[in-house]
């Protein structure tokens, strides 16, 4: 499989673009922080992290890291889950106020994203609001870098240290939407495997399920070169579709997820699957940061818009509320048997990465296939059944398409078109799977 593997198109890109962090993984590497910032010249730093992060082990190993370098931090933990356009304004304000030379962001990606989306507002001015895509911004290009950011990710799904995307709810429209801009990659990122050691069960599979999605929906995207060329090369978005690089950490990555996820959601103790899971996190990380997701992703945002009846424990957040890794695989099974038939070849790759039964199928089965074995994993690691498990029926599956439809961006990089019926259709198809 070479470089070129994909097909031309006219007027199609002819290239892609691979950016990835200075990128440190294994126990023990937070501790690491203090010397590589030093080495940046930084002097006094932004640390963005959780209230529930905020006094434990995890900040209290940077904090020390940092002082033992002689670096000044002020430390930023006003960030909730799935932060808004409010957290993103308050974070920039502390920036203003702070003058620190650089970040350092410990957290999940709410946290990472937060502090991508301050670090924007506080280099180049203006509301966070104009740099989303119209209507609900002026798709405000980001005009160029920002100060340095290490980020440090602190579970194993997201994968935003390594990518150049922030993800911020719009409280106007209570949804979330996406600034992409390679000035947003972090300039290092810093994955220990030892912070994933306490984090409970439905934590890590969520995160999985992230994970999972992020890599599959990477290797199924409509391929760079069905992208249209752009002119200048340095407008050319990270959102380019499939491509050799995305391929190959994907694969990687489901390869891992397929095999680790169900032993580290039954096992805190089981350090060889959490790491595992969480080096796939990070390669699913470089794969989507490099070729952007789709369907499960866009129609996942319907779903958190419109949740109001549903209670998950374990998360320090005040209900409704529906992981995001939940949010997106509960529709994943019914959409991947809407796509396989644009790319069966593919579909079929992705269901063996992760140890399907594919025996004797054939190009038609494709999308069953790989629905199966999404699903197998599901029961496997007792996430809930399909939309009707997070509190949904048939008679949301309207408002849930119309919520989605908005997300243009990511349902232009799917391998197959799709309409509004075509969303309702994925929606009413997910309403439950056993
Ligand atoms: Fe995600």
């Known amino acids: 499989m070479g470089c070129q593997y994909f097909e031309p198109c006219d007027g199609g890109a002819t290239s892609f673009t691979v950016a990835i962090p200075k990128l440190t993984f294994g126990r023990g590497t937070l501790q690491e922080v203090g010397t590589r910032a030093q080495a940046l010249g930084l002097k006094r730093v932004a640390l963005f992290t959780d209230p529930h992060l905020e006094n434990g082990p995890l900040v209290a190993t940077v904090k020390a890291s940092l002082d033992s370098n002689n670096i000044e931090c002020v430390v930023f933990a006003d960030i909730r ?3 808004d356009d409010d957290t993103i304004r308050r974070g920039a304000a502390f920036l203003k106020d702070c003058k620190a030379e650089g970040m350092v962001s410990v957290g999940g990606g709410s946290v990472i ?4 989306a301050a670090l924007l507002i506080d280099a180049h001015g203006g509301d966070i609001r104009e740099y989303f895509a119209a209507p609900i911004g002026n798709g405000k290009p980001v005009p160029g870098p920002l100060a340095p950011h290490i980020a440090c990710a602190t579970t194993s799904g997201t994968g935003s240290e390594c990518t150049s995307i922030s993800v911020i709810r719009v409280n106007e429209f209570n949804t979330k939407f996406v600034i992409a801009s390679p000035h947003l990659l972090p300039v290092q990122a810093i994955v220990d495997p030892q912070c994933c050691d306490s ?17 599959l929906e990477c290797y199924t995207a409509r391929a760079y070169t069905k992208h249209l060329q752009v002119k200048d090369p340095n407008a050319r978005q990270l959102i380019q579709g499939a491509n050799p690089f995305s391929d190959l950490s994907a694969r990687e990555a489901l390869e891992i997820v397929g095999t680790y ?18 080096w796939g996190a990070t390669l699913a990380g470089i794969a989507f940061g490099n070729s952007g997701t789709h369907l499960p992703h866009a129609m996942s945002y319907g779903v958190t818009h419109l949740m109001n009846d549903i209670t998950t424990d374990g998360y320090p957040v005040k209900s409704p509320f529906v992981p995001h ?17 644009a790319e069966p070849e593919r579909h079929l790759e992705g269901a063996a990465f992760l140890q399907a039964d594919s025996k004797g199928a054939t190009k ?9 074995r999404i699903i197998e994993l599901m029961r496997a690691t007792h996430v809930p059944n399909g939309l009707g498990g997070v509190g949904f029926g048939s008679d ?3 408002a849930l398409a119309e919520s989605s439809f908005r997300q243009q961006r990511a349902i232009a990089n799917a391998p197959r078109e799709s309409n509004l019926t075509d969303l309702e259709n994925m929606y009413s198809n997910a309403l439950s799977y056993w």
Do not use: W
């Open 199 to 215: 984090l409970p069960a439905n934590v890590v599979a969520s995160t999985g399920f992230d994970l999972l999605c992020h890599a």
């Open 113 to 116: 994203d937060t502090a991508k």
């Open 325 to 341: 890794g939940i949010s997106v695989v509960v529709s994943a099974p019914a959409i991947f048997n809407y796509t396989a038939v």
């Open 396 to 398: 949301h599956v309207k």
């Open 261 to 278: 996820l169900p032993r580290g959601v039954a096992d805190a103790s089981d350090h060889e699957a959490r790491d595992q899971l969480m």
């Open 81 to 83: 889950i799935e932060p």
């Open 364 to 372: 038609d089965d494709a999308g069953e296939v790989l629905s199966k």
